[in-house]
Nanobody, 114 residues
C-alpha cells in the first residue's frame, strides 16, 4: 500500500484548506484511513479517522471545523479544514491501516498565519 498526501500551504487564519490522500496497492486490506499532524517539538497526533465501515472519529481540536471524507472511486480521502487557526500549523500526514501495519504519506505542511 502506498499513500500520497497533498494540499498543504500557507494560509491566513480563518481561511480553509482541503488536503487529499491518494492510496494505491492492495487496498482491500485497509481497515481505516486517517489524518495525523505533527507540530515542531510535539508528538504526531490523530486529527481524523474514517474506517472502512464509515465510522468517523475526530480529535477535540478538529470537531466542528474539520471534515474527513472519502471518494472510493478515486481511492482518495480528504480532510476539509475550515476556520483555520495558527495552532493548526503542522505537518499533516495521511495514514492507511491494514490491521497489521501503518502506511504513511510523506506529509504536507499546513502553515496558518495570524
Amino acid at each position: 500500500v502506498q499513500v500520497v498526501d497533498s494540499g498543504g500551504e500557507l494560509v491566513e487564519a480563518g481561511h480553509s484548506l482541503r488536503l487529499s490522500c491518494v492510496a494505491s496497492g492492495n487496498l482491500d486490506s485497509i481497515t481505516a484511513m486517517g489524518w495525523y499532524r505533527q507540530a515542531p517539538g510535539e508528538r504526531r497526533a490523530l486529527v481524523a479517522l474514517i474506517t472502512s465501515g464509515g465510522t468517523i472519529t475526530y480529535s477535540d481540536s478538529a470537531k466542528g471545523r474539520f471534515t474527513i471524507s472519502r471518494d472510493d472511486a478515486k481511492n482518495t480521502v480528504y480532510l476539509q479544514m475550515n476556520h483555520l487557526k495558527p495552532e493548526d500549523t503542522a505537518n499533516y500526514y495521511c495514514n492507511a491501516d491494514d490491521g497489521h501495519y501503518y502506511y504513511w504519506g510523506q506529509g504536507t505542511l499546513v502553515a496558518v498565519s495570524s
